[in-house]
């Protein structure tokens, strides 16, 4: 295999990699497709791949933490990198993630578990992710065993869905108990 080729593929795996790689998880992809490719080798692609994106032109960087890899963007262009990450975050709440935010914003304080009880379907990722972008956070723990965490929304939440107050959310209508229709 050429030099060219085995960077392609090095560069291919930790692109789509959402997170480090260790050194070793590398070269077991590559010697399973490519038996003939020695660690030896596999290593000195990713010092070279390390080099050409040191290079001034490059917008990424390859981070090297003991024996793990990841694509990052290089630390300079962080401002540029925000203002695309940050408008698509607010762009790209799922339907999953809107029924949570939700759940929460209406039933706060709440748990994980009594989400998870309402939806039918676990909601760690989810909550996680709301975590993350700040619409809901940490409101506390509930006095029982296993202490479990309290969810409740943040001011970002109110700014983000246009309401000034919890108590100025809309009203819920039960339509199940209505003749409607009949």
């Keep these: 295999m050429t030099e060219p080729r085995l960077l392609g593929i090095i560069e291919s795996i930790l692109f789509v990699a959402s997170e480090a790689i260790s050194g070793k998880d590398i070269i077991r992809v590559i010697s399973e497709e490519c038996p003939e ?35 990052v963007s290089k630390k300079e262009n962080n401002p ?24 929460i ?7 994980k578990i009594e989400i998870d009880e309402i939806r039918g379907v676990k909601s760690d990722g989810i909550i996680s992710n709301l975590t993350e972008y700040g619409l809901i956070e940490e409101k506390g723990r509930l006095d029982r065993i296993g202490r479990p965490i309290l969810y409740g929304t943040t001011e970002m939440f109110l700014k983000e869905f246009g309401i000034d107050s919890i108590k100025n959310l809309p009203k819920i209508v039960n339509t199940e108990n209505t003749n409607e229709g009949l």
């Design 37 to 71: 490719m020695t660690a030896k080798e596999v290593r000195y692609a990713l010092d070279r791949l390390g080099e050409k994106y040191r290079s001034e032109s490059s917008g990424l960087f390859l981070l090297k933490i003991q024996d793990t890899y990841q694509l």
């Design 105 to 111: 914003a209406y039933k706060q304080p709440i748990t």
């Design 80 to 103: 540029f990198v925000e203002k695309i990450t940050v408008k698509r975050k607010k762009k790209t709440l799922s339907q999953a993630a809107l029924e949570v935010i939700s759940i």
